[in-house]
């Protein structure tokens, strides 16, 4: 039998590994973390510079105690990392009277009584000249909202994981797990390694590692694409746009940032196709672009100048759009911290922290109800 080696080994070390890996080596455990390219990369779900955090949920008032815990936790990442992790710009979440995202955000914000404002069209187009909503929109506005640095973010919790003494292997794909005395035995292309727990945080690839269980996500590409302001550049300055999610059809979704140095940063929220992770199409076709255009001409119409950059990414998403964070429903000795539907990151810190505390076998944070995995199987 091979003596133990580690406590944990951590599957996948994107933004939901690379935090648990810190979380668990910060509490003393003995940590193997593995991922198939070298993090933080462009190959997954966590690359493209910014994400948004915001706090007023539309999705589920559920998640506001969860995004208080991560702001706390990137704050504290910030101390220990010295690095600047997160620009507060506040928020913008546009829609008309009826959209998920206007009356889900102002439900949120009502709810968890946090500081916000109702603002008309008209009031938004004033107060923010860069954005042009039409008048039957309206938008609640959130100081604490603002932009991430992913890359950065999972930087800083691998290089103080490693500090503290976390192994990581990189370009090394695990092909296979299996539970053996009382732990699990993980087997990579490289060697075979054993631990009393696993955590799978394998983002895009999360149905293929867990492939026993055949969950019923779906993975989706994204592009992010990048312009020059045509005119009124100093409108996109980060002092002047908060970040702004729209829901400018019904169902419809873009979002988009302030220009901090790359260009405007804008991205429709789902719309994509669906897709395989080994065989994503990163090529962006011209009338993709042009659908952009037409949107940013509407809402955004000083963003639509030249294109500077795109970028393709995945959501994996499940059929209710909440997480999975939880024990493996057969395997005790695995937790699964993974399908953030495309609206995770900022929620990174706090899910580390999560999966950590199962794993340890305390009692976590926040409630993680709404993201077991018994009502997906
Ligand atoms: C375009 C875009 C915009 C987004 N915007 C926002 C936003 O504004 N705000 C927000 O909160 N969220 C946003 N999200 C969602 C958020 O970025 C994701 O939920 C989050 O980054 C997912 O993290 P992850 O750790 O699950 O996946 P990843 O960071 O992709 O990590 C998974 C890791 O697992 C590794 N892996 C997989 N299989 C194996 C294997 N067999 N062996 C070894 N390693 C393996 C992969 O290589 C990868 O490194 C956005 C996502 C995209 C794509």
Same mark, same amino acid.
Do not use: I, K
């Given at each position: 039998m091979t003596p133990t080696q580690y406590d944990v080994i951590v599957v996948g070390l994107g933004a939901m590994g690379s935090a648990t890996a810190w979380h668990l080596v910060k509490n003393g455990q003995r940590v193997l973390g593995v991922d198939q390219y070298v993090c933080p990369h462009r190959f997954g779900s966590s690359h493209g510079q910014t994400r948004i955090i915001r706090e007023a949920y539309f999705e589920h008032p559920a998640y506001v105690p969860l995004v208080q815990r991560a702001y706390q936790l990137w704050s504290d990442l910030e101390q220990a990392s010295g690095l600047q992790l997160l620009t507060q710009t506040g928020g913008l979440m546009i829609g008309r009277p009826e959209s998920i995202v206007f009356s889900g955000a102002k439900a949120s914000a009502e709810e968890h009584h946090l500081p916000h404002q109702v603002l008309s069209g008209e009031e938004v187009r004033q107060k923010f000249p860069g954005l042009t909503p039409p008048w039957d929109m309206k938008a609640v506005w959130e100081p604490r909202a603002g932009v991430l640095y992913p890359e950065l973010c999972i930087q800083a919790h691998l290089e103080l994981a490693q500090k503290a003494g976390a192994q990581f292997h990189f370009e090394e794909a695990v092909q296979q797990w299996e539970p053996e005395d009382g732990g699990v035995r993980i087997r990579t292309e490289r060697a075979s390694y054993w631990a009393r727990q696993a955590v799978i945080c394998a983002g895009a690839w999360a149905r293929e590692v867990l492939?026993? +269980?055949? +969950?019923?996500l779906q993975v989706e590409r994204q592009v992010q694409f990048w312009f020059e302001p045509k005119s009124e550049h100093t409108l996109f300055q980060a002092n002047r746009l908060p970040v702004h999610l729209w829901e400018y059809e019904p169902g419809r979704f873009f979002y988009g940032f302030p220009d901090l140095g790359n260009g405007v940063k804008v991205a429709a929220h789902h719309q994509g196709v669906t897709s395989d992770p080994d065989q994503l199409d990163r090529n962006v076709k011209p009338e993709e672009i042009e659908q952009m255009r037409q949107i940013l001409q509407r809402f955004v119409p000083h963003a639509n100048g030249p294109l500077r950059s795109t970028a393709v990414c995945m959501y994996t998403n499940t059929p209710d759009g909440h997480f999975i964070l939880d024990r493996h429903p057969h395997y005790a000795e695995v937790l699964i911290g993974s399908p953030c539907s495309g609206h995770g990151f900022k929620f990174a810190s706090a899910i580390g922290e999560a999966l950590a505390d199962l794993a340890l076998g305390r009692k976590p944070h926040c409630n993680l109800d709404l993201f077991k995995i018994g009502r997906l199987i």
């Open positions: 492939d026993g +269980l055949n +969950l019923p």
